[in-house]
């Protein structure tokens, strides 16, 4: 579909998806400077009044570069804000983000109307994450002005479902926005998920290694050494199912091979649930697609890398398409 202003001059067809704890003004704002959009989740802002003051950097620096760079201005910038009862910053935590008309609203656990009807009262525009298409029916009757569909090997919490299957169900009654989740790692992936339907490619784990993300060294590492197969899928961190890191479960002395199942009742988003080990903090977060990532670098460089892979799939698609049609 065609992207509202702001988000139709990208640099990619990219969302930085807000990571827990590593998300935080650096991140965010290398990643928008880099001209895709940045995102964060609120609840990183520790204590809640730190939310200001970190809206108020990001969007006094990406004013800045903005002046100072007419012809390649920045990406807009995202807020994640998690719509469970266990959230008890939500109603104060929108009322920051109305006072800085934050762009784009993503919400997750959780769909409310008013909060759409709030977010679409100062200009932004919101998209909230599904793990099927019936949380997308609700979602969207509910207000939503978009949708990311959390396929199977994305990070953190994730589905199931294969992103063909999400993609051509969602599209089949969808005409808004969609940002597809899921193991998106390298510029190839991206237009991939376009050749699907979708607008942006929703992507993770791979600017925890980076330097800008507020993780420690020994997790930026483990991403550059991980592939697929040391993702674990469990329930019992955070009382949701999610996809962690398997050399984090051992080092916390648990058998990733066999985890008990977490009742989900006990949901504990912030600071991890079910186990002395905590989410986020001991146990790590990633995706599925971490294998195309090969080094720690800037999120420029990384930038750069998906723009470079993402043209030279495009250049190899027409080639493949003149050959077809010759």
Not at 150 to 162: K, N, R, T, Y
């Amino acid at each position: 579909m065609t992207l509202p202003a702001p988000f139709d001059n990208l640099r990619l067809p990219v969302i930085g998806s807000p990571l827990f704890i590593i998300s935080g003004p650096d991140l965010v704002i290398a990643q928008c400077k880099a001209g895709i959009i940045g995102s964060f989740p609120a609840l990183n802002a520790r204590p809640s009044g730190v939310l200001d003051e970190w809206l108020h950097r990001i969007t006094e620096e990406l004013a800045a570069h903005n002046r100072a760079n007419p012809d390649r201005p920045a990406a807009p910038f995202a807020v994640n804000q998690i719509v469970h009862k266990s959230n008890n910053r939500l109603e104060e935590d929108m009322e920051v983000c109305a006072k800085w008309q934050v762009p784009m609203v993503i919400t997750s656990l959780g769909a409310r109307e008013d909060l759409n009807k709030a977010v679409h009262g100062w200009g932004g525009i919101v998209l909230h994450d599904v793990i099927n298409d019936r949380f997308a029916h609700k979602a969207v009757e509910k207000g939503a002005d978009g949708l990311i569909p959390v396929a199977a090997g994305a990070g953190g919490h994730a589905g199931v479902l294969s992103p063909f299957a999400l993609m051509q169900e969602i599209r089949q009654w969808f005409d808004g926005l969609i940002a597809l989740s899921g193991a998106i790692a390298c510029g190839r992936s991206i237009l991939a998920a376009q050749a699907m339907g979708a607008d942006f490619a929703y992507i993770g784990s791979p600017w925890i290694a980076t330097a800008e993300a507020n993780a420690v060294q020994a997790y930026k590492d483990a991403i550059v050494a991980g592939r697929s197969d040391d993702i674990v899928y469990s329930n019992l961190f955070t009382g949701v199912h999610g996809n962690y890191l398997r050399p984090s479960i051992i080092a916390a002395g648990m058998d990733p091979d066999n985890l008990p199942v977490s009742d989900p009742s006990a949901m504990n988003f912030g600071s991890g649930g079910n186990t002395d080990a905590k989410a986020w903090k001991d146990i790590w977060g990633s995706g599925q697609g971490i294998g195309a990532v090969n080094a720690v670098e800037t999120v420029g460089d990384r930038v750069d890398r998906l723009e470079a892979e993402y043209d030279q799939a495009r250049r190899e698609l027409a080639i493949k398409a003149q050959m077809t049609l010759a």
